[in-house]
């Protein structure tokens, strides 16, 4: 990653890293790796940074609804940590921008996919833990996701595209969505599924994702989308 990189980075978070490494890795796709300069991925990162947003989050939520029982708070929770929360976290801040990655990857798509954004604001989550301790990530927490997080739950935005979509078919009479795996790749730690959505047997819309919960919300989106589309 080139200095100046480097520093718009920095600039973009408020933060200066001493460990310069830390923020590249953070930002470094598996398809870089096979090139001869990056030795590491974020997916390390992504696994330390997804921990700690979930505490931070859920001390978030604890304290401010100090009234709403746990089914409420476990459904806000999900919520904000939701591919389509984070993913648009990255690119509203352009973090998208500086993500490394093959150029096959990115002919493919890569820099606009929610998976990847959502990975990456976890693995920076992971890297200022690391570099500057809790507060460090807790800064990031309070800058970048706090805003989104009281849009989201002021507008009790708590239900899941899944269910969503199911409450919208039966609303019309029809049978409940089904969902069909019809393709995954990728290697066992880091597979790409994709789904598709059917109702009665008739394919609605297509959803990827890192596991298959994951592509069959993003499916549910995508058939959401279409029908706000149709309504316009």
Same mark, same amino acid.
């Given at each position: 990653?080139?200095?100046?990189?480097?520093?718009?980075?920095?600039?973009?978070?408020?933060?200066?890293?001493?460990?310069?490494?830390?923020?590249?890795?953070?930002?470094?796709?598996?398809?870089?790796?096979?090139?001869?300069?990056?030795?590491?991925?974020?997916?390390?990162?992504? #696994?330390?940074?997804?921990?700690?947003?979930?505490?931070?989050?859920?001390?978030?939520?604890?304290?401010?609804?100090?009234?709403?029982?746990?089914?409420?708070?476990?459904?806000?929770?999900?919520?904000?940590?939701?591919?389509?929360?984070?993913?648009?976290?990255?690119?509203?801040?352009?973090?998208?921008?500086?993500?490394?990655?093959?150029?096959?990857?990115?002919?493919?798509?890569?820099?606009?996919?929610?998976?990847?954004?959502?990975?990456?604001?976890?693995?920076?989550?992971?890297?200022?833990?690391?570099?500057?301790?809790?507060?460090?990530?807790?800064?990031? #927490?309070?800058? #970048?996701?706090?805003?989104?997080?009281?849009?989201?739950?002021?507008?009790?935005?708590?239900?899941?595209?899944?269910?969503?979509?199911?409450?919208?078919?039966?609303?019309?009479?029809?049978?409940?969505?089904?969902?069909?795996?019809?393709?995954?790749?990728?290697?066992?730690?880091?597979?790409?599924?994709?789904?598709?959505?059917?109702?009665?047997?008739?394919?609605?819309?297509?959803?990827?994702?890192?596991?298959?919960?994951?592509?069959?919300?993003?499916?549910?989106?995508?058939?959401?989308?279409?029908?706000?589309?149709?309504?316009?």
């Amino acid at each position: 990653m080139k200095p100046t990189e480097v520093q718009k980075i920095e600039s973009i978070l408020k933060y200066s890293f001493n460990n310069k490494q830390l923020l590249a890795t953070a930002l470094t796709h598996r398809s870089c790796l096979n090139s001869p300069k990056p030795k590491e991925s974020y997916e390390r990162l992504e #696994f330390l940074g997804d921990a700690i947003l979930e505490k931070m989050i859920s001390v978030f939520l604890y304290l401010k609804y100090p009234d709403k029982m746990e089914g409420f708070l476990t459904a806000a929770r999900s919520s904000l940590v939701r591919t389509e929360s984070l993913s648009s976290v990255s690119k509203a801040n352009g973090f998208d921008k500086f993500i490394l990655m093959s150029k096959g990857e990115e002919a493919g798509g890569g820099r606009k996919n929610p998976s990847i954004l959502e990975d990456v604001i976890e693995s920076l989550i992971g890297a200022l833990y690391l570099d500057g301790g809790p507060e460090a990530a807790q800064k990031f #927490f309070d800058n #970048f996701i706090l805003p989104n997080a009281d849009i989201n739950v002021s507008e009790n935005q708590l239900k899941d595209p899944k269910s969503l979509y199911q409450e919208m078919v039966q609303s019309l009479g029809l049978n409940s969505p089904v969902y069909e795996t019809i393709k995954s790749e990728g290697p066992d730690h880091s597979k790409t599924f994709q789904v598709q959505v059917l109702v009665d047997k008739r394919p609605i819309a297509v959803g990827e994702g890192r596991n298959k919960q994951q592509a069959e919300q993003n499916a549910a989106k995508q058939a959401l989308e279409l029908i706000s589309k149709l309504k316009k």
